[in-house]
Antibody
Framework: QVQLVESGGGVVQPGGSLTVSCAAS????????MHWVRRAPGKGLEWMTF????????EYADSVKGRFTISRDNSRDTLYLQMNSLRLEDTAVYYC?????????????WGQGTLVTVAS | VMTQTPLSLSVTPGQPASISCRSS???????????LYWYLQRPGQSPQLLIY???NRFSGVPDRFSGSGSGTDFTLKISRVEAEDVGDYYC????????FGQGTKVEIK
């Protein structure tokens, strides 16, 4: 069965950096586009970023463009999110989510999430 | 912009429930598909896909859930609410970069 397991969350100071990962299993990772979606405390879901199955194309929400970088290693079945210049408002649970195809703008399976807390 | 109503809903088990979602622009793509989705996030769990492209139930979703609508106005209906349906419901458009509605919290009376 499809499994997505995030890791790497933690506490970081404003202006700091953090990289979270998502290990995929139960499907052919290189065939699917992948996304990161977050939910801040007391807020709703917010889509962050997408990467095409082969890594050739990415998209970002305006709120993170220029600060966050999505990448993937298809040889390791792993998705990454590098977060720089973190702000208090980036505090959230970060979910990786699978798109049903190579380029797909919905999410059919989600990980359990990893908590990122930006605090001084 | 995706606007959901109501923002909260308290339902007696066995009774129906309905959530509306309005988009600020049509979600109908030129190819004929409409990119409107519904997700449920149960307390303490990850979100899960319920409905894709307006009215198609995702694998394993009970048939008490149904989606309808077109253009800019969409509805998620639960024919008979059960205790496990508690959570936050979100509509989402992906005609453009994905955006979610504010969410509707469903509780059991």
């Amino acid at each position: 069965q499809v499994q997505l397991v995030e890791s790497g969350g933690g506490v970081v100071q404003p202006g700091g950096s953090l990289t979270v990962s998502c290990a995929a299993s139960g499907f052919t990772f290189r065939n699917n586009g992948m996304h990161w979606v977050r939910r801040a405390p007391g807020k709703g879901l917010e889509w962050m970023t997408f990467i095409q199955n082969d890594g050739s194309s990415t998209e970002y929400a305006d709120s993170v463009k220029g600060r966050f970088t999505i990448s993937r290693d298809n040889s390791r079945d792993t998705l990454y999110l590098q977060m720089n210049s973190l702000r208090l408002e980036d505090t959230a649970v970060y979910y990786c989510a699978r798109g049903p195809g190579a380029i797909s703008w919905t999410f059919d399976y989600w990980g359990q999430g990893t908590l990122v807390t930006v605090a001084s | 912009v995706m606007t959901q109503t109501p923002l909260s809903l308290s339902v007696t088990p066995g009774q129906p429930a309905s959530i509306s979602c309005r988009s600020s622009q049509s979600l109908l793509h030129g190819g004929g598909r409409t990119y409107l989705y519904w997700y449920l996030q149960r307390p303490g769990q990850s979100p899960q896909l319920l409905i894709y492209e307006v009215s198609n139930r995702f694998s394993g979703v009970p048939d008490r859930f149904s989606g309808s609508g077109s253009g800019t106005d969409f509805t998620l209906k639960i024919s008979r609410v059960e205790a496990e349906d508690v959570g936050d419901y979100y509509c989402m458009q992906s005609l453009h970069l994905p955006t979610f509605g504010q969410g509707t919290k469903v509780e059991i009376k």
